[in-house]
């Protein structure tokens, strides 16, 4: 069955989120990865979880001793978005009843949120919430370029990376260090990997230096893979006047010559090979086309979620209400086959367990009185997580860095 053949209904989400919660949500394998092997005394058991429920109803500070109880919970409150926040040095359901100050986050993996709607200025195709094919290489190019810096620059070697469910990625830097880091070293770091600066009414959005730091440089070479794919054929920014005296107000010493240049031209391409042309002749020009391309292509971080240890994020695995996709984990390795539309749908996966309850149910041999196979295997609360049916959440995913230090793979233990 395509994806395509089950379309999403908000108005049924009600119906549905009990089932995934019941029967698909892999609550094994989430416990294993917050747990981080049980090394950490108390590091499942003090972590915040925040749901919101229908209606918008908010509930924060919630906090589990188990798995089982993190099940039920789950499976009694239906929660319509799950947020994960830090780990306190208490309890984070009994914060009221701890002393003034002594309720604290003392750690939280290093998170980063990148959003589709903070590239409005930049793309042609779609604004908001909405996304498309064409403006999600703009994601493509941030993961790639974030996913080098935490691992060359700083060392990182536990990264998931998580499609929102609508316009965004997330990224977890779940490495011991990362997760122990104080506010001031996340707030280094964010620091450290935002480029992009200022606000709507910022013209130049990218000031580089004589000498540029060789992890922007790094960058470059990623965007180099796709500009000229992304800017003239799927964006069309030099096509016509109004993208094309945006890219030109970034150069303004040439923007005269150049607007009459653009003028004659007859297509997009003709434009960008005389801009490349123009930008060609000394250091301080081709430093121009970087900022360029950097400030049309450099991932835009929400600074404020990296920088705050006890700041909530939504958690993998949860359901966009708006979408019904599921926040899956990111197969870095295959990024450039990433498909957002491609994302299972909380329709698509309880249609396909319809389907498989069916095929078992015809399929069964009931003449002798057996049960079905179905039925003892749809009996308990839930499908195993190697399944055809949990694996199809998981089609974007593979193997990644999490063996170490007691945390098996998030990934592998999804698909074994």
Same mark, same amino acid.
């Given at each position: 069955m395509a994806l395509t053949e089950s379309r999403y209904?908000?108005?049924?989400l009600p119906d549905l989120l009990p089932v995934y919660y019941r029967r698909l949500f892999p609550y094994p394998q989430y416990f294993r990865w917050l747990s981080y092997g049980g090394v950490p005394k108390n590091y499942f058991q003090n972590r915040e979880f925040s749901f919101t429920l229908k209606d918008d109803i908010y509930v924060r500070y919630q906090s589990f001793n188990n798995q089982n109880e993190l099940e039920k919970e789950m499976q009694k409150m239906v929660p319509y978005k799950i947020d994960l926040g830090a780990v306190y040095s208490h309890k984070p359901s009994q914060h009221n009843s701890v002393k003034s100050g002594a309720f604290q986050a003392e750690s939280k993996e290093l998170v980063f949120d990148i959003d589709m709607t903070d590239y409005d200025?930049?793309?042609?195709?779609?604004?908001?919430?909405?996304?498309?094919?064409?403006?999600?290489?703009?994601?493509?190019?941030?993961?790639?370029?974030? =996913?080098?810096?935490? =691992?060359? =620059?700083?060392?990182?070697?536990?990264?998931?990376?998580?499609?929102?469910?609508?316009?965004?990625?997330?990224c977890w830097v779940c490495d011991?260090?990362?997760?122990?880091?104080?506010?001031?070293?996340?707030?280094?770091?964010?620091e450290y990997l935002s480029v992009v600066k200022g606000g709507i009414d910022t013209i130049?959005?990218?000031?580089?230096?004589?000498?540029?730091?060789?992890?922007?440089?790094?960058?470059?070479?990623?965007?180099?893979?796709?500009?000229?794919e992304y800017a003239v054929n799927q964006q069309d920014l030099f096509g016509t006047k109004e993208t094309w005296q945006k890219i030109l107000a970034l150069v303004p010493d040439l923007q005269d010559?150049?607007?009459?240049?653009?003028?004659?031209?007859?297509?997009?391409?003709?434009?960008?090979?005389?801009?490349?042309?123009?930008?060609?002749?000394?250091?301080?020009?081709?430093?121009?086309?970087?900022?360029?391309?950097?400030?049309?292509?450099?991932p835009r971080l929400d600074v404020n979620v990296s920088k705050s240890i006890n700041h909530l994020l939504k958690?993998?695995?949860?359901?966009?209400?708006?979408?019904g996709r599921i926040s899956v984990p990111i197969d870095v390795k295959n990024l450039d086959k990433f498909d957002p539309f491609s994302v299972p749908t909380i329709s698509f996966l309880c249609k396909e367990l319809d389907h498989k309850i069916e095929d078992e149910?015809?399929?069964?041999?009931?003449?002798n009185g057996a049960e079905p196979e179905v039925k003892r295997r749809t009996r308990g609360k839930k499908y195993e997580a190697g399944s055809p049916v949990v694996?199809?959440?998981?089609?974007?995913?593979?193997?990644?860095?999490?063996?170490q230090n007691g945390l098996s793979s998030f990934f592998h233990i999804f698909l074994s």
């Open positions: 209904d908000a108005s049924e200025d930049v793309r042609t195709c779609c604004s908001s919430a909405d996304i498309c094919r064409k403006c999600w290489t703009l994601m493509t190019i941030a993961i790639k370029i974030l =996913d080098r810096a935490l =691992d060359e =620059d700083f060392g990182f070697l536990h990264r998931l990376w998580v499609y929102s469910g609508r316009r965004g990625v997330h011991e260090t990362a997760r122990g880091l104080s506010q001031a070293a996340r707030s280094a770091v964010a130049k959005k990218v000031q580089l230096t004589r000498n540029i730091h060789p992890s922007i440089e790094e960058a470059i070479i990623v965007i180099n893979g796709y500009f000229e010559r150049l607007q009459k240049d653009f003028l004659k031209a007859r297509s997009s391409a003709e434009r960008w090979k005389m801009l490349q042309s123009e930008l060609d002749h000394s250091v301080d020009s081709q430093r121009s086309m970087k900022e360029i391309k950097l400030q049309y292509c450099y958690s993998p695995f949860s359901v966009h209400p708006k979408t149910r015809v399929n069964a041999d009931t003449e694996k199809a959440i998981l089609n974007n995913t593979s193997v990644d860095h999490f063996s």
